[in-house]
């Protein structure tokens, strides 16, 4: 059996450089490199609603939002199945059997959803229906049999869930479901991109992020506010690349050729470093590097966002197949999984022989 990569996002907000180099680029070329069955792509509006049950309007207006920053990412719908989470009732069935196989202190246990939990100042008032968020993620993935999955190291311990919850069904029931693996950022510096901040991470509610929309105006001035770490008295005194988001970012960003293009006095990164913390490098001018890098890379993304946004009817007919066509896999695997557990009573000839037979005795 081929590869299946399935892969989405919670639409809260528009995508930021995070989500870019933490797992959108990855999908881009996975999706061009063609070495997969299938590969779906899609908004998590039901996860997204478990910790904003009321404010369903926010999560209606980003739907748009993220499946706009998909497109002008380079996620085609010729080649990929993007599609919206709640559009498949599939998924909320698998999720109540799947509920059945894990402990609430195993659920418990998830430290990215224990991070969560403390970030949103739940305690007493946390709602069910995000504390189960793990095993909803685990029918997401296995509705589609997925063997793939790209995302940030936050999402390992869903996958860990997931793993378990395949394991359990299959000796439960039968062999139904596949065990699917995480596909993490290949640099570390990837995998969880600090915030303009200098913080841990680079996160709407943290108010620190790039988005891939910010026009090219908006970028300048927030890299211009980018932290530097330790502050210098001149640029003459050694610089300090530990918490140094300026260097982070371009350790995540910038190439070989972006040297050659906007700085040719370096010929790569380490040649930059190696200068800068010996000191005679203003912090200036590697902003001003940084943010030629950003915009180098965002300007044919906001050029094609700008067209799709022309034809927005377009965008939801492409959501609303999509969606369809997941529909239809999904449903498949739940024909699959109703008669493992034997809840298939009207195809069940057997049972009704057996039952038959029972009565007449
Ligand atoms: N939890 C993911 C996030 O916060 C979104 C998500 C939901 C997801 N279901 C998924 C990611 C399945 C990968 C696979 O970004």
Redesign the pocket.
Known sequence: MGKII?????PTGKLHLGHYIGSLRRRVLLQNAGDYERMFVFM?DV?ALTDNADNPEKIRQNIIEVALDYLSCGLDPQKCTLFIQSQIPELAELTTYLSNLISVSRVQRNPTVKTEIKMRNFEANLPLGFFCYPVS?AA??TAFKATT?P?GED?EP?LEVTRELVRRFNQTYGEVLVEPNILLPEQAVCRRLPGTDGKEKMSKSLGNCIYLSDDAATVWKKVKKMSNGEPRMSMEEPGHLEGNAVFTYLEAFSTDEDFAEFWPEFENLEALKQQYVQGGIGDGTCKKFLNSVINKMLDPIRTRRHECEQDIPEIFNILKKGSEAARETAAKTMDEVRSAMQINYFDDQELIRQQVEKFSK
């Open positions: 399935l892969t989405g996002d919670r998590a996860q993620q997401d993935i999955v995302a999402q869903m």
